[in-house]
């Protein structure tokens, strides 16, 4: 069974740029989380989805957004980028509330 | 606040002894607990987990062990291996929560060979 797949691996942005990261969770798995992993803050809950609902949501600004469709396969978007969204971005998945996660290898965002 | 603390950012172990990681939480809602193993470049590695309705759970070289009153759990690696040397980070959710983790800050295992 193919685990977690995140695209791109590596992305380099400009401030002020929107980006979008992608997340294909393992095959059967409905819930799709996101996680920042920085230095300074460690990992951080960004939000839950669950067959196309938003059903948890971290302490993040709203410019951090995400969607998931009906596949399960998910998206999340960051607008308006400041340096200090530099971070590696995880997605991971699940079969059900309360199952250990999967993670994906990550997104290195890096903003100039 | 944070909620879920690993209290040694490191930990250095001769290959074949045990290895006790420890994690102190504080959040009294929580009732399921995690340990991930991570590498370099790659996502955390699910390891074991436990329930708050337990107190120690077993899975072949790794125990977790529960104490609720002292709101602290433990994870013992026996025998530790070289190939066990990674970050490992313990994580926490409340049952409401579904699949929000709240993690610790991690500790850094080096097993000498």
């Known amino acids: 069974k193919a685990g977690v797949t995140q695209t791109p691996r590596y992305l380099i942005k400009t401030r002020g740029q929107q980006v979008t990261l992608s997340c294909s969770p393992i095959s059967g798995h409905r819930s799709v989380s996101w996680y920042q992993q920085t230095p300074g803050q460690g990992l951080q809950f960004l939000f839950e989805?669950?067959?196309?609902?938003?059903?948890n949501k971290g302490n993040f600004p709203g410019r951090f957004s995400g969607r998931q469709f009906s596949n399960s396969r998910s998206e999340m978007n960051v607008s308006t980028l400041e340096l200090g969204d530099s971070a590696l971005y995880l997605c991971?998945?699940?079969?059900?509330?309360?199952?250990?996660?999967?993670f994906g290898n990550g997104t290195r965002l890096t903003v100039t | 606040d944070q909620q879920v603390k690993q209290n040694s950012p490191s930990l250095s172990v001769q290959e074949g002894r045990i290895s006790i990681l420890n994690c102190d939480y504080t959040?009294?809602?929580?009732?399921?607990f995690l340990w991930y193993k991570k590498y370099p470049a790659e996502g955390p590695t699910f390891l074991i987990s436990i329930s708050s309705i337990k107190d120690k759970n077993e899975d072949g070289r790794f125990t977790v062990f529960l104490n609720k009153s002292a709101k602290h759990l433990s994870l013992h690696i026996v025998p530790s291996q070289p190939g066990d040397s990674a970050v490992y980070f313990c994580a926490a959710s409340a049952g409401a929560a579904g699949n929000k983790l709240t993690f610790g800050g991690g500790t850094r295992v080096l097993v000498k060979p």
């Open positions: 991971a998945s699940s079969l059900l509330a309360g199952s250990p996660l999967h």
């Open positions: 989805y669950f067959s196309e609902t938003q059903r």
């Open positions: 959040n009294s809602m929580f009732d399921y």
